[in-house]
C-alpha cells in the first residue's frame, strides 16, 4: 500500500500535476495536497503545475499560485501525479515528472497502468479526491484542503449523482463538511451558477429549440448573429445541451452552433438508446456513446437532415427489436 506521508516526510521539493485540460477534480486533488503539504510539512517547497484552470474550479482556494508554464527545469526529488491516467495526459509536466528522484500516481482511472514508481489506482472510487482523501490524516486536514477535496468529488460523481458514488464517497464527503466545507456554495458554484449573459443566451436557445422525430429528438440551432449579439463564446453555451436532454420523451439532444467562420458544431447527447458517436463518426468526430459531437464547414440543413434520418433509423431499430 502507498505510504504517502511518510513519502512527504522525507521530500524538500515536490511537484504536483494532474492531467491537461484540468477538470475539478484534477484542480481539486491538486490543490488539495499542496495545502496538507503547506499545512503540515512547513519546511517541504511545494508547487502545483497544471495547464490554465477554467475560471469555474478558481473558487478551490490556492489556484492562483498554480504554475501554468512547463518552460523551466525546475528539479524535485518527489513528483506526484494525481487523476492522471497516463504519463502522456501529464503534457508538459511530463519533464518534471521524468527529472524527479521518485515519483508517485494517484489516480482513479480503470486504464491507469501504474507508470509511477508508486502508484495506487482504485477504480471503484468516485474520483482521485477521494482515493487522495483516504491516503491523508483526516485531523490535520485543514478547511482549504477540504474544499478542494469536496470540490473534486463533487464534480467527478456528478453531485453524488454517479454510479461510482459509495458509501464510502459519502463518508468522506460526510468528514469534509464537519470541517466547516460550503457544500451549496460549491455546488451552485461550480454546477449551477452563470453569468447574466448566460442565463438570458440559455433563454433564447430554448425559446428558439424545436421537437422532432414524434417528440424524442429536441434540437436547437444558434447562428453566428445570435452570438455575436449576446457577445457569446461557445463555452457560454456549456448545460445548454443537458437542458434539451433532460426533457420528458426526449431520447437525443443536438446543439448546434455556428461560429464566425461558419463552421458548424454539432453537439449530440442520448438517454438510452441512441448511440451518438456512431453519428458523429461519419463525419468525422467522436466521442462517447451518449455524448458526441462534429464540426462541419458544409450546408447545415442538409447535415442536420441526415443525422436526423440517423437517429430515427437507431430508434427504429429499437423499437422493433
Ligand atoms: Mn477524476
Not at 475539478?24 to 503539504?37: E, F, N, P, R, T
Not at 463555452?235 to 426526449?250: H, K, P, W, Y
Amino acid at each position: 500500500m502507498l505510504n504517502l506521508l511518510s513519502a512527504l516526510e522525507k521530500a524538500k521539493a515536490v511537484i504536483i500535476s494532474g492531467h491537461t485540460r484540468p477538470d475539478g477534480d484534477c484542480v481539486g486533488s491538486c490543490m488539495a495536497l499542496w495545502h496538507y503539504i503547506r499545512d503540515n510539512y512547513p519546511d517541504v517547497h511545494a508547487q502545483v503545475r497544471l495547464e490554465s484552470v477554467p475560471a469555474s474550479y478558481r473558487l478551490i482556494p490556492g489556484t492562483e499560485n498554480i504554475i501554468t508554464n512547463f518552460d523551466d527545469d525546475q528539479a524535485c526529488d518527489l513528483f506526484i501525479a494525481l487523476d492522471a491516467s497516463d504519463k502522456a495526459r501529464l503534457v508538459g509536466a511530463a519533464r518534471y515528472f521524468d527529472a524527479a528522484d521518485h515519483t508517485i500516481c494517484i489516480d482513479h482511472h480503470i486504464s491507469n497502468q501504474g507508470y509511477a514508481d508508486e502508484n495506487l489506482v482504485c477504480p471503484q472510487a468516485s474520483s482521485a479526491c477521494e482515493v487522495l482523501a483516504g491516503l491523508l490524516d483526516m485531523d490535520r486536514v485543514s478547511l482549504n484542503c477540504a474544499i478542494a477535496l469536496y470540490t473534486g468529488i463533487i464534480c467527478d460523481s456528478g453531485v453524488f449523482k454517479y454510479s461510482s458514488t459509495s458509501r464510502r464517497t459519502m463518508e468522506i464527503a460526510g468528514q469534509l463538511l464537519e470541517k466547516g466545507v460550503p457544500g451549496q456554495q460549491l455546488i451552485d458554484g461550480v454546477f449551477y451558477q452563470k453569468t447574466y449573459m448566460q442565463r438570458k443566451l440559455l433563454g433564447r436557445c430554448l425559446q428558439d429549440s424545436f421537437l422532432s422525430l414524434d417528440g424524442r429528438m429536441f434540437s436547437c440551432i444558434v447562428r453566428w448573429e445570435t452570438m455575436r449579439l449576446f457577445g457569446a463564446s461557445h463555452e457560454d453555451l456549456e448545460g445548454v445541451i443537458d437542458q434539451l436532454r433532460m426533457t420528458e420523451g426526449v431520447e437525443t439532444a443536438v446543439l448546434i452552433s455556428e461560429d464566425e467562420t461558419g463552421t458548424f458544431k454539432f453537439s449530440m447527447r442520448s438517454n438510452r438508446q441512441v448511440d451518438v458517436s456512431r453519428i458523429c463518426e461519419v463525419f468525422g468526430g467522436g466521442g462517447h456513446i451518449r455524448a458526441a459531437g462534429f464540426s462541419v464547414k458544409a450546408d447545415m440543413p442538409e447535415v442536420f437532415g441526415r443525422v436526423e434520418a440517423m437517429v430515427k433509423e437507431q430508434l427504429d431499430a429499437c423499437t422493433t427489436d
